[in-house]
């Protein structure tokens, strides 16, 4: 056997090799589900092996009745497809008001629906107000409007935090930020 096959042979069984070892796919060779604690997380992995980073849980993975391999790519592939939503948000409110728009309300929505599916751990809902009563009430009502309405689209209390801080500015506060924690 000439050098160049020895060379191809070897390379296709390291390849191999990595895909059972991580699991994966050859587009995505660090991304696997290993159990931590005993509960499935869908994980990012160094060349070495070690985890760096925890993905989300794999709820369905002991009931499913597909392999290791095909529980894999689902998640990878929705993991993927999900990527770029999962960011923190900035809500806008009318000026003097707390009421959510519908562009605020999918936003919420969205979150809820990442947080569900684990790929947000928790949501931080971040509010200003100026030196005074009334606007520090404002802050406060807005908070709680979006903190009930992640709520009512099935996030638990430990899933949300919020807080509020002093606000500087000739603008007006219209604003209300939504932080996530992956």
Do not use: C, W
């Not at 939503?85 to 728009?101: H, T, V």
């Not at 309405?149 to 939504?178: C, H, W």
């Amino acid at each position: 056997m000439n050098y160049a096959i020895k060379t191809t042979i070897t390379a296709a069984i390291v390849l191999m090799l990595n895909s059972l070892v991580f699991g994966a796919s050859d587009n995505d060779l660090n991304k696997t589900i290993i159990l931590v604690n005993g509960v499935p997380f869908f994980v990012e992995m160094n060349e070495n092996g070690n985890q760096i980073e925890k993905i989300a849980t794999v709820p369905t993975y002991f009931a499913s009745n597909d392999t290791h391999n095909e529980i894999l790519d689902k998640v990878s592939s929705d993991y993927e497809d999900e990527y770029d939503n999962i960011k923190s948000r900035l809500l806008i409110f009318p000026e003097d008001q707390a009421m959510l728009d519908q562009v605020a309300v999918d936003h919420i929505r969205d979150l809820a629906r990442l947080y569900m599916k684990g790929y947000i751990q928790s949501i931080n809902i971040s509010a200003a107000h100026l030196d005074n009563n009334i606007d520090e009430a404002l802050a406060a009502h807005r908070i709680s409007s979006v903190y009930q309405m992640l709520k009512d689209f099935g996030i638990e209390d430990e899933g949300i935090t919020a807080d509020m801080k002093q606000y500087r500015s000739d603008l007006p506060n219209v604003f209300v930020q939504l932080k996530i924690k992956k």
